[in-house]
């Protein structure tokens, strides 16, 4: 079974900064590739971003240049590090794992999500 774990969410005001951690076994770093995406009340879920083989990143448009996924390999950890926050990335994220890409339907396994709210 693969497990997929989001921490880090929380309150934080426009313009700072959160990190956001998603544990996973070091096999599924190895088999995944490692995406963010996240959810805002009445709103689709949208793709965030995701960290592929080699370290190869992608960002969607709303967070390139604000948002930076990384990976820390001894700790089998996964980070989303989000700056300049804005009230609009209020929402609920979630780490997935699967074939990569900005849809849905190519991840797998999925997290049970983790809450940010940015206030204004």
């Known amino acids: 079974q693969v497990l997929v774990v989001e921490s880090g969410g929380g309150l934080v005001q426009a313009g700072g900064s959160l990190r956001l951690s998603c544990a996973a076994s070091e096999r599924t770093f190895s088999s995944y590739t490692m995406g963010w995406f996240r959810q805002a009340p009445g709103k689709e879920r949208e793709f965030v971003g995701y960290?592929?083989?080699?370290?190869?990143?992608y960002y969607s448009d709303s967070v390139k240049g604000r948002f930076t996924i990384s990976r820390d390999e001894p700790k089998n950890t996964l980070y989303l590090q989000m700056n300049s926050l804005k009230p609009e990335d209020t929402a609920v994220y979630y780490c997935a794992a699967g074939l990569g890409g900005s849809y849905i339907s190519s991840y797998y396994y999925w997290g049970q999500g983790t809450q940010v709210t940015v206030s204004s």
């Open positions: 960290y592929g083989s080699g370290g190869r990143t």
